[in-house]
């Protein structure tokens, strides 16, 4: 399969039955050379369709490819469209397609396993080892983003919109699957307790998918009071929790850079002092009394009834990739819980993984998400059902707080995307490229 | 373990260091035969406490019990008292028991497992051979039922309230376990469709808890116009279907007598006319025409966007323990979900078997519940934190339609709790006897 | 995708550079109208195998297809090549088709689902509603089966073999992932105790991997002594109880061609005199009877130490098809168990479906098989390294009781596989039929 | 409940009707300070059985309080008696208990839930914060351990020997146990892969329970040459790895009293240099590389078929407790997969993390076992059996390399069990006490 629209320049002279047209593309050449370009596309493949894109969400990976060319271990190494969190419409429709029409409006789930593996036949096709996923630099040729004009993308990974979901909580379904993933993965029994640290997108969107898995107290806890009020004030969660921040750090505007694939969270790590400084036992102890104090939050306001319940959460969902957060997260833990690692972040951690194995407490990960367009779409529109006793996600166009129109204004997208508050002190959650 | 409550009339001459008290107590002699008599009661054993019971529930399985002095296959042999759908105040404490004051309001788990058996380690103590249940005929003495001044019961097996439930709700805590053990089973993933056939109490219940747990469409189902209006309106369900009764059906108001352990319900069986007239073929066409009535309601409402959605919903709970119903379940069921068997009924029935091997749609039946009083008690907990997006259960209060105070009006509550309108053409929900 | 081999007569004059050649196939025209004809084959198309054909091992719908020109509900109508349990070699490769050399010995398997709907993205390919499955009358035009000489396969639904696995082995990958599926659905953990009732190819195979998935105890029952004594010589099973036959029973011999999808079961109706004589009731009584019958053999071979154990098996897989044994199997599996559901027969079926809801006995259907082959290979591939401590399913070679050589031999083989012993008394069990 | 043995020095003048008589027991007062004591011992209570100890296996954990009077974090504060893997004879039968008849040979389960909390009646009974284990120090009084002539135990948790199984295997049933709950944890599916790192006891067992559950193909690696030759030789594993040790390592007999609760392993640490001096990457190449050799071997005796296996196993079991282990466990297994952690050890772990986030590998701990003595002694039952084909354990009578006879002979006992060889060079495997 071909990418879906080429890095060569369009030629210059077209033939009178053309199959190519041209298209403007955001491409980055090297951390913040940013470039609006002209690209040729052909016309839709055999199962393609030609989708032209109306909204792209910023997430926390494609702001670390602009800052450094970079994500985690993956190296772009050559030029690279982002944007993997988008919607659009149907402009053009490939041959041996069928259920579409021009002018549908789809959302993309733009990684494509292989289909046939042994992972992918057993429904776990996010692990699929030949998966291609735009905007990551991870299969070379790159996998181009969504920050174009146009694309062409099978129409098997094109997810069909109804009325009621708006463009941009369509772009937002792809940081929503990974939430459905983490609690599919998590699966809560109703009344279940849930934690989560972090309150970025990805953070928020998991606690409330949490609460719609039945949980019935959600504490989400961040070293941002905004993010925690929003998320309290919001629904998203029952509870919050602002992790105090010490007075002489100043790691506060630049941690977010860290940035995880699915999603910016603010890292817990402004409670602490540098880890040189502090002997890891005690680094373990601010966890652990952290870790305390989140739960006696919860359970002041909510009488202590059942004698278990001072053991910790039923699931903690970790949405920071922070090793301190890991730690809080296996002490916040009741013994036969679970804690999901979500935040991708520190791939090399020192954790009291005794708390773990002596409680029996699951440890598992979360990579990316299979199977939750669907369900994210059924989810959204059940909103509109407006039935009279909630049990609906909040809304996720709310979250979108800045816009950006045009591909040529991506680069101010991607400044403001690495900030938690613009200019003004207010809250930077999602930020949106309109095309 | 010595029955909490004994049969003998109290002794006419106490002595001076007494023992034992006295109390009013409701007794079933035969059917219809309800009296009101003294007992005696001793003090609470050791790990026992003695409650002094508020609020009671009156359930099918009593009502059965009331009419026919037996409940399906279970014959009473001896004076039973009825009512295991209990709340009320610990007014003694055994020996050997801590963490209960006087005062202390709670919520009655009546069913008494031993504890020691290889399905009681396992944790699925509800199907424990010598479990012992209040106002059952099984276990013989009789395990007395709650209609009684205050009985003495194991304080492992009394759950504390917290100030928020009333005594009418922690009362409904039974059938709400019901429903909690019954999704608990069906386990839906966020996002899941799910059907449920029958409004009455456990239906409506189920169908909250189906809400609860996730699921984005719920479809509640029943003869009665009255039930499933309540069920939509109220919140328990996203859509209501009122099942057609045919012109000369005559079992619409005698039908609620056959009633199932938890919860009584309208059975959709007036829909059709008697079998014997009717080919077997013919039946079953009618409840696949039924099944895809129900379904394509859902879809008109929610325009049809993933394609397998005509295939059937997710889950059905088949709540009413009619033959046809369970039909319908079968081809309202897509494949791979699966049809859990709550409301008891029938206990042959003739069904198109073939329908759930071939979609591999799993059967699961429910026998009344296992650690669902803590959930329970956690779900009301969380209605009263006034989130401002839902996600909580809809009030049961507002379930107690009508209420008799006093056990000496419990032929009242009887009478009336077989019916589904009063005399005033109100909807009877559930009808509770207060102490 | 075109079926790979057509119907059409081949071509008379066949252009030079011919990208068609001519095989031999066993055509099935009508009710026993088996026919050995010429058929045209292209060379394969894009990710296709073209594979010679070596082994077919004769299964119940073949059987039944053969007899009566249909299976259940399924009735042909066109011409149709049966046989779908195969292994053969790759005699030429299409394009696209990459880790396959001519020469490669592979097992086929034989259902092709669609791979991009709901389902088949869960993983449970198997209920995929587009699925195309050789051999079967489902998809019309049908898709041919495999007593062909060659045949066009996707190359993704070939497996490789390894040298240690023959072909006859091979052929057998199919029912034996019939009895994989089976045991997968049913999830034992080990220490388990199962029973299997039908000792036919699938039965038996089934009881296989009940043991290989760890079950201590495996009692499988047949009606036909010999195929029981063959069950325990042979290791399928601990444990064998024959089902006496009634004196007046006739329908020993032909029982056989009800024939299940996937393999022959000789059924236990045997025992029982007409339904339209007995009374429902006595039915059951008999059914529980011999639940009694067959748990106490096994326990009285193994004196009872732990209590639950007379209380049932843990898992029954039914793979008769037949009413009474679904009620042999209910009344045989203890409170919480399992019964599966793998032999398929009667559609309607009346049971005691209380005695599954109160006791919590899950009801599970399987349906052919999903990611069953990776896994059958690796089984067959472990008894060839020969540790000294068992743990390796018997030989599948040995279930290979006749052997037709050529497909004009076919019919032979299909009358052959409708009877359970042959001329000279030898059990039959599976029929093959080599190229 | 009182401890069934107190620590009084006996009474001197016994009354005529005597509740107590006199045994013998080896107390721990200190490191290596063992003595054989006199001990008085009640009758047995309510609920209980008097047990005359049979035979006691030597555990890691017991090692470790007889070197150093502490297991882990856990110091003894008061005479301990040691040893928790025990069988013996009935001798005496308490008021209240039915089902035992004194004679009855049993195995003991040392630990003693609540059986009431929350926990508990999930049926994860072995997570109970309440929980009271034989010579264990976790408990204050510390709950006296088996080493002593006769004990006080509940009926409830003393499981019937049938004849087939020997005191040495029932005692046996402890570390089986363990291993039991490890693969239940992991739950494979048949035909699945499994790495098991450290062949002591535990990683024996869990290697064999591999295969019982199913596991094609099971590899057990170990530094000790002796200890995987036995693991194939007697069919415990398929395959076996010895960890090349480093020329200049002096860990290799040390190494071994730094124990697991559930049996010693012999670490895989002297592979590497000590860490200080190796960067902490090139250790996890280590891992890595080593990950690769085990995997390599594993396929080379069985050529490669599936394309995935190369990505690793479904399933390590790690038994060590080694940080160096972890590391190799994460990169041997494949996305997807599952690394249970069974060896107790190191607290504190450095991991690669993101190996297993990114590859949703998930990491479960094992803590002792729950519902496991039924399944283990039923394992243990089929092995008399004498099927002719597998499927059942390797003797654990074997396993028992080292008798000794008399509760004054455990000093040699405890200082053979630290050791991997005796004198004369022979494996040590499993020590055991006789009474």
Not at 210 to 219: E, K
Not at 234 to 244: E, I, L, N
Not at 296 to 322: A, R, W
């Given at each position: ?356 194995h002596l409680r029996e407490i699951d440890i598992l990960g979360i990579f990316r998400y299979a199977n939750t367009y669907p369900t994210g779409i059924r989810l959204l529109r059940a909103q509109a059902l407006g039935s009279p006793s909630g049990f609906t996600l909040p809304s996720l166009d709310d979250m979108v707080t800045h816009r950006f129109k045009g591909l040529e204004n991506a680069r101010g997208a991607f400044e403001l995307a690495s900030r938690t508050v613009d200019d003004d002190g207010n809250l930077v959650l999602k930020v949106v490229i309109e095309a």
């Amino acid at each position: 399969m071909a990418p879906s629209a080429s890095d060569e320049p369009a030629p210059m002279h077209l033939p009178v039955i053309s199959k190519a047209s041209t298209i403007s593309a955001s491409v980055l050449h090297g951390p913040r050379d940013l470039r609006l370009e002209r690209r040729s596309i052909e016309d839709p493949d055999v199962g393609e369709l030609q989708i032209a894109v109306k909204t792209t969400g910023i997430c926390g990976s494609d702001v670390s490819y602009y800052k450094k060319f970079a994500n985690g271990d993956l190296c772009a190494c050559m030029p690279l469209s982002l944007g993997h969190e988008s919607s659009g419409t149907v402009v053009a429709i490939g041959p041996h397609v069928s259920g579409f029409s021009v002018g549908d409006r789809v959302a993309l789930e733009v990684g494509i396993p292989c289909g046939q593996c042994g992972i992918c036949r057993q429904g776990r096709y996010n692990l699929c080892k030949k998966m291609r996923f735009r905007s990551s630099a991870k299969s070379v040729p790159h996998f181009q983003g969504c920050l174009q004009e146009r694309i062409n993308h099978p129409a098997n990974w094109c997810h069909k919109l109804p009325d009621n979901i708006s463009f941009d909580a369509a772009a937002l379904l792809e940081p929503l699957s990974v939430a459905i993933h983490a609690v599919n993965r998590a699966s809560p029994t109703p009344g279940s307790t849930a934690l989560v640290l972090g309150a970025g997108t990805v953070g928020l969107l998991t606690a409330a998918m949490a609460r719609q898995a039945g949980c019935a107290a959600v504490t989400i806890t961040d070293v941002d009071q905004g993010r925690v009020d929003y998320a309290v004030a919001k629904g998203f969660a029952t509870h919050g929790y602002v992790v105090p921040r010490p007075l002489h750090t100043s790691s506060s505007s630049s941690s977010i850079s860290s940035g995880s694939m699915s999603g910016t969270s603010t890292p817990l790590d402004g409670v602490m002092t540098p880890a040189s400084t502090l002997s890891f036992r005690s680094q373990l102890d601010s966890a652990r009394m952290l870790a305390t104090e989140m739960l006696s939050l919860t359970n002041s306001s909510t009488p202590l009834l059942v004698e278990d319940e001072d053991d910790g959460v039923d699931i903690t969902f970790e949405c920071t990739g922070k090793e301190i957060c890991m730690h809080t997260a296996l002490y916040a833990t009741r013994p036969g819980g679970k804690v999901i690692m979500v935040g991708m972040g520190t791939p090399i951690q020192t954790l009291p993984m005794s708390v773990a194995h002596l409680r029996e407490i699951d440890i598992l990960g979360i990579f990316r998400y299979a199977n939750t367009y669907p369900t994210g779409i059924r989810l959204l529109r059940a909103q509109a059902l407006g039935s009279p006793s909630g049990f609906t996600l909040p809304s996720l166009d709310d979250m979108v707080t800045h816009r950006f129109k045009g591909l040529e204004n991506a680069r101010g997208a991607f400044e403001l995307a690495s900030r938690t508050v613009d200019d003004d002190g207010n809250l930077v959650l999602k930020v949106v490229i309109e095309a």
